[in-house]
Each structure stands twice: as structure tokens, then as C-alpha cells.
């Protein structure tokens, strides 16, 4: 399902108005529409607040349809499972995230070690910015991502930050890390290691698209 879809359905799941969503994430009621109506996509700032509010990990918004077809063809069948992939702050209620997973999500699993270019579970966020899960499905405690940063592209407006410790190295172009009061510019090659909850922000300066490896680690999140 597009990213608007799942926020409806993990809304209502938890009986939230629009309204109610907007104050537990910061996000004005009228955003949270155009996203819910596809007209818009959230940043990778907001996408975390929106899933720490709904009490579910980032990668629940993540499409399956590429990986759901890689499992039929291979004539596996999908199992549904948790991920970890951080809360924006404290410790959610897991049950519900459970819940909710298992009502709007089915996950490949059972399809093999390896993960085709053209079988993965993807998300466009505002921006020109795109992940794509390397996993064949989500995993406990750890995201391993293809991330897309089009030219000019950011994570968002503002830095965020969230639980988890992150880890990334620049296959193309150039990607410059504001992380707390520092900032570090990274060319192909270079890589980088921090802590989530250290307010951050990624932005593409560059006038080619930036492309990354990208781990989070989260022990946060248990199932």
C-alpha cells in the first residue's frame, strides 16, 4: 500500500483523528491529510515522528508490492514479522505495533538470502529522497537500506533525532551530515558512524544524485 494508505489504517487502529495525530507529532492536521490522500509524501524528519506517534517501526511504510511479487515467483510464501527501525523518542507500546503490522503488512520471508535490484521494498519521501530495504524482509533490530538523495534533496527542514545508532558509507556523489553542532561533507568512499539521538539532518548540496549504503541498529525496538 502507498504510504497514505498505511496512515489511515494505523490512524484508525488506534481510533486517532487527524487532529489527534497532528498533536502527537508536530504535524499540522492539513499535512497529515495530503499525505493520507497521496498528494504529498513526508520527509524523512516527519516520516519518524509520524511513527513514533502511531507507535510503529519506520519500515511498516515501507512498499512491499516489488518484494511480495519476488516471493511469488519464487513460490515462497510471506510471513509477517516485526522491525525495529527506531521510535522518534521513548518507548512505544509493542502490541499494538504488532497488531497493526499483522492486520496491514505481510513481509516476505522464506525467499532466500538474496534481495534482486528489481525486488525491493521501497518508500519516496518528500524531496527526491528514496530508501530501498536490502532485506528480502523486515528485520529484528536492524535496518539495512539503499538510500536516494535527488540533487538538493534533505532529510528535512529541521534535524532530527531518534534512537538507534547509524552507520553509512557514500557510493555516489556528495552528502553533507550536520550532526549537533558539527558538519561533515562525505565524497564516494568516505563513511560515517553515529548515534541517532544526536540531532541530525543528511542533504544532497551536489548537482548528481547521492546514493548510500545505510544500517540503523536499534535495541530499542523488541518483539
Same mark, same amino acid.
Given at each position: 500500500?502507498?504510504?497514505?494508505?498505511?496512515?489511515?489504517?494505523?490512524?484508525?487502529?488506534?481510533?486517532?483523528?487527524?487532529?489527534?495525530?497532528?498533536?502527537?507529532?508536530?504535524?499540522?492536521?492539513?499535512?497529515?491529510?495530503?499525505?493520507?490522500?497521496?498528494? $504529498? +509524501?513526508?520527509?524523512?524528519?516527519?516520516?519518524? +515522528? =509520524?511513527?513514533?506517534?502511531?507507535?510503529?517501526?519506520?519500515?511498516?511504510?515501507?512498499?512491499?508490492?516489488?518484494?511480495?511479487?519476488?516471493? &511469488?515467483? +519464487?513460490? *515462497?510464501?510471506?510471513?509477517?514479522?516485526?522491525?525495529?527501525?527506531?521510535?522518534?523518542?521513548?518507548?512505544?507500546?509493542? @502490541?499494538?505495533?504488532?497488531?497493526?503490522?499483522?492486520?496491514?503488512?505481510?513481509?516476505?520471508?522464506? =525467499?532466500?538470502?538474496? %534481495?534482486?535490484?528489481?525486488?525491493? &521494498?521501497?518508500?519516496?519521501?518528500?524531496?527526491? %529522497?528514496?530508501?530501498?530495504?536490502?532485506?528480502?524482509?523486515?528485520?529484528?533490530? =536492524?535496518?539495512?537500506?539503499?538510500?536516494?538523495?535527488?540533487?538538493?534533496?534533505?532529510?528535512?527542514?529541521?534535524?532530527?533525532?531518534?534512537?538507534?545508532?547509524?552507520?553509512?558509507?557514500?557510493?555516489?556523489?556528495?552528502?553533507?551530515?550536520?550532526?549537533?553542532?558539527?558538519?561533515?561533507?562525505?565524497?564516494?568512499?568516505? @563513511?560515517?558512524?553515529?548515534?541517532?539521538? $544526536?540531532?541530525?539532518?543528511?542533504?544532497?548540496?551536489?548537482? $548528481? *544524485?547521492?546514493?548510500?549504503?545505510?544500517?540503523?541498529? +536499534?535495541?530499542?525496538?523488541? $518483539?
Amino acid at each position: 500500500m502507498p504510504i497514505g494508505d498505511k496512515l489511515r489504517e494505523a490512524r484508525r487502529s488506534q481510533n486517532l483523528s487527524l487532529r489527534d495525530l497532528a498533536a502527537k507529532t508536530r504535524v499540522s492536521a492539513s499535512l497529515l491529510s495530503q499525505i493520507e490522500t497521496g498528494k $504529498t +509524501n513526508p520527509s524523512v524528519a516527519t516520516l519518524y +515522528n =509520524i511513527a513514533a506517534a502511531v507507535a510503529l517501526p519506520v519500515d511498516y511504510f515501507l512498499s512491499d508490492d516489488n518484494a511480495v511479487v519476488g516471493a &511469488a515467483t +519464487n513460490g *515462497s510464501a510471506a510471513a509477517q514479522t516485526d522491525s525495529p527501525i527506531a521510535y522518534a523518542t521513548g518507548d512505544a507500546p509493542r @502490541s499494538t505495533a504488532r497488531r497493526a503490522i499483522s492486520e496491514t503488512q505481510a513481509a516476505p520471508r522464506g =525467499i532466500g538470502p538474496v %534481495v534482486r535490484g528489481s525486488h525491493r &521494498a521501497m518508500i519516496e519521501l518528500m524531496g527526491g %529522497v528514496t530508501w530501498a530495504r536490502l532485506t528480502p524482509g523486515p528485520e529484528e533490530q =536492524i535496518e539495512f537500506l539503499e538510500i536516494c538523495y535527488a540533487p538538493n534533496a534533505s532529510s528535512g527542514g529541521e534535524m532530527s533525532h531518534h534512537s538507534g545508532r547509524e552507520f553509512g558509507i557514500v557510493l555516489e556523489g556528495e552528502l553533507i551530515l550536520e550532526l549537533g553542532f558539527e558538519r561533515y561533507v562525505l565524497h564516494p568512499g568516505d @563513511s560515517v558512524i553515529f548515534e541517532s539521538t $544526536t540531532p541530525h539532518r543528511l542533504t544532497n548540496p551536489g548537482q $548528481t *544524485s547521492m546514493r548510500a549504503i545505510w544500517v540503523i541498529f +536499534n535495541t530499542l525496538y523488541r $518483539t
